[in-house]
């Protein structure tokens, strides 16, 4: 079976995907450094589906990283998702986005490549690398904004504008994802997530509106909506993505390369203030949240066209929002002890 290691294999979709791995028989290795809340907990969750080895670094030391590799030199998949998440803390602490996002990740490129591996190696990129869209028509229609010509969404071949340091970050990273498979020949795959949720997710209000939401709900937190709340975006449930990264692992040899835009599509889009009615229906209860202003490089409207990941290698959402958010709720529900730091 199969060797993989996942960066940041102990965050909320590192954690989702070393499990479907384990349970597949994959020898796993998850490489993270534990500094975000939940991670030991996702750790000790994991425990029960099976081995795996945990490397606790951190991508932004080179020499780490380099051993690593070393060590695992009969990597067959490597799935880079170690990140620093949040719009706002780039903005507050740029440096520290530069140097986990961006430097980290070439460092995981370069301890490949210097140790003389190609494994499959795929890389979690953002929608935020096609910055704010200020060119593309947006209407505002039922409550909720709306491409105004885009009925399948945004696609691949829209204009790169990385806005934000977070989107200059995870943008350079894509793209440096991109060129190794050009110039140095390892079967790189670039996924442009949408906004992901689900079970394991600790959100917080800077980064994770769907589990956020979900989780301030549930206990009673003070709710802050940015903008106006009609903005929206695809949303995609965990599984359907893990899902597509071993679709792509599978294909690879129609999927290196390549860069793809990954979310839930016109078919799992959602706004903010949907999102809130639809919790206040399944409470039975209001929910109080206050107004403030946008947050930097905030997108009115975020759908993915995701038409090219389905003609490459069959892939397309399976679980709706409806459920998706369901399964959400109850998780935290039954799981209140997990937010005690809240």
């Known amino acids: 079976m199969p060797k993989t290691l996942i960066t940041g294999g102990a965050g909320f979709i590192g954690c989702n995907t070393a499990r479907r791995c384990i349970e597949l028989g994959h020898e796993v290795v998850v490489l993270d450094n534990c500094s975000r809340a939940g991670t030991r907990s996702n750790l000790e969750w994991l425990q029960q589906f099976g081995k795996f080895t945990h490397e606790e670094l951190d991508i932004r030391d080179a020499a780490a990283m380099g051993d690593v590799f070393k060590r695992h030199a009969d990597v067959d998949n490597v799935i880079h998702l170690a990140a620093q998440v949040a719009v706002t803390t780039s903005v507050t602490d740029p440096r520290e986005d530069f140097d986990i996002n961006a430097l980290g990740s070439f460092n995981v490129l370069e301890g490949l490549r210097i140790n003389g591996l190609k494994p499959i190696t795929l890389y979690s990129s953002t929608n935020k690398v096609y910055g704010g869209m200020e060119t593309i028509a947006v209407e505002e229609r039922g409550g909720r904004y709306q491409y105004a010509n885009l009925p399948k969404g945004i696609s691949e071949d829209n204009q790169l504008d990385f806005h934000s340091p977070y989107g200059c970050s995870k943008?350079?990273?894509?793209?440096?994802?991109?060129d190794y498979h050009r110039i140095y020949g390892i079967p790189t795959v670039v996924l442009r997530q949408s906004c992901i949720y689900g079970c394991r997710q600790f959100g917080i209000e800077d980064q994770g509106w769907v589990a956020w939401f979900t989780i301030a709900c549930a206990l009673g937190k003070k709710l802050t909506i940015y903008g106006d709340?009609?903005?929206?975006?695809?949303?995609?449930?965990?599984?359907?993505?893990?899902?597509?990264?071993?679709?792509?692992?599978?294909?690879?040899?129609?999927?290196?390369?390549?860069?793809?835009?990954?979310?839930?599509?016109?078919?799992?889009?959602?706004?903010?203030?949907?999102?809130?009615?639809?919790?206040?229906?399944?409470f039975q209860r209001k929910i109080n949240y206050t107004f403030s202003d946008w947050r930097p490089g905030d997108q009115p409207v975020f759908v993915c066209d995701i038409r090219?990941?389905?003609?490459?290698?069959?892939?397309?959402?399976?679980?709706?929002?409806?459920?998706?958010?369901?399964?959400?709720?109850?998780?935290?529900?039954e799981n209140k002890n997990l937010f005690a730091h809240l």
């Open 308 to 333: 090219k990941a389905h003609a490459d290698f069959g892939w397309a959402p399976q679980v709706d929002v409806r459920t998706g958010v369901k399964r959400l709720y109850d998780w935290v529900v």
């Open 229 to 282: 709340g009609k903005q929206v975006r695809d949303v995609l449930f965990v599984e359907d993505l893990v899902n597509c990264y071993l679709s792509a692992i599978d294909q690879i040899d129609k999927t290196a390369g390549k860069i793809y835009n990954v979310g839930g599509g016109p078919e799992n889009q959602m706004s903010l203030l949907e999102l809130l009615a639809f919790l206040e229906e399944y």
């Open 171 to 178: 943008g350079t990273a894509d793209q440096y994802f991109r």
